[in-house]
């Protein structure tokens, strides 16, 4: 398949959730022969609501685990919605990490569960699953000059506004990640903005367990601040072509 048609049955034309989908990385897809694929590993979701409750998922999972239980998500009635916004890193990187964040893996795993996902026919107002990687951010790494930086954040207008949400009949969420008792802080801005236009928040956790339970977002800071895209944004790198994704220079650069 093409790029375009990956995308396409990622972001079906005409579907609810399609303009919402990011092309960054179906943008990147190298042919088949050149990069092969990695399967997808099979996951469950015992976690979830049924579909029939119609209620939305946001999952901030590492890597390709978002993809891999976004399909089982949509063995179950759920629409998957890749949220990925980060370039992978240029080729001929031989020898050294080829970005800050590693998502060719992420790639991949679009492109494999492509076949699958179109077998499932879902329907149109089957409800989201937004898939984020965890790892956007890069927080555990340490840039350099000469490193690709592609570390990128999560904006509230990369997803529907609560009343889009209430307008199709949802009014619960739940987000599920690895640990933690609250989103991440780029995260917190989008679900603190859907409870306060009341949309019930829940957290689920990839322990093995089948429980959710309801929080309460915090007001994070500079919550609704004119500013506050400009301020998450400080320090990383736009891609011309769009998303996240540039080099970081040498001093004599500039």
């Known amino acids: ?8 049955i990622w972001a079906p034309a005409g579907e609810l959730w399609s303009p919402w989908v990011k092309p960054v990385l179906f943008a990147c897809m190298v042919p ?3 990069a092969p694929d990695t399967a997808v590993p099979g996951r469950t979701a015992a976690w979830a609501p049924p579909a029939a ?3 939305a998922l946001v999952l901030d999972l590492p890597g390709p685990e978002g993809v891999a239980v976004g399909l089982a998500l949509a063995a179950l009635g759920y629409r998957p919605v890749p949220l990925y916004n980060a ?14 964040v590693e998502v060719r893996e992420i790639v991949s795993a679009l492109r494999s569960a492509a076949p699958s996902l179109a077998r499932l026919q879902l329907a149109r107002e089957a409800p989201p699953a937004f898939l984020l990687d965890a ?7 340490a840039a350099a000059p000469g490193d690709f930086d592609n570390r990128s954040v999560s904006f509230s207008t990369d997803f529907p506004s609560a009343r889009f949400l209430d307008a199709n009949g949802i009014r619960r969420c739940v987000l599920f990640q690895l ?3 609250m989103p991440q802080p780029d995260l917190a801005h989008t679900l603190r903005a859907w409870q306060a236009g009341g949309v019930a928040i829940e957290l689920a956790r990839a ?7 309801a929080i309460e977002v915090a007001r994070p800071p500079r919550f609704g601040s004119l500013f506050q895209r400009a301020l998450a944004a400080f320090g990383l790198r736009r891609y011309p072509l769009g998303g996240f994704g540039g080099t970081i220079p040498t001093p004599s650069q500039g």
């Open 1 to 8: 398949m093409t790029n375009e048609e990956i995308y396409d």
């Open 32 to 34: 088949v022969e050149d």
């Open 53 to 55: 409750e119609n209620a």
């Open 87 to 100: 370039v992978p890193g240029p080729p001929g990187t031989l020898g050294r990490k080829a970005s800050l």
């Open 135 to 141: 790892n956007r951010r890069g927080a555990s790494v």
């Open 179 to 181: 640990e933690g008792e």
């Open 207 to 213: 322990d093995g367990s089948e429980s959710r339970t």
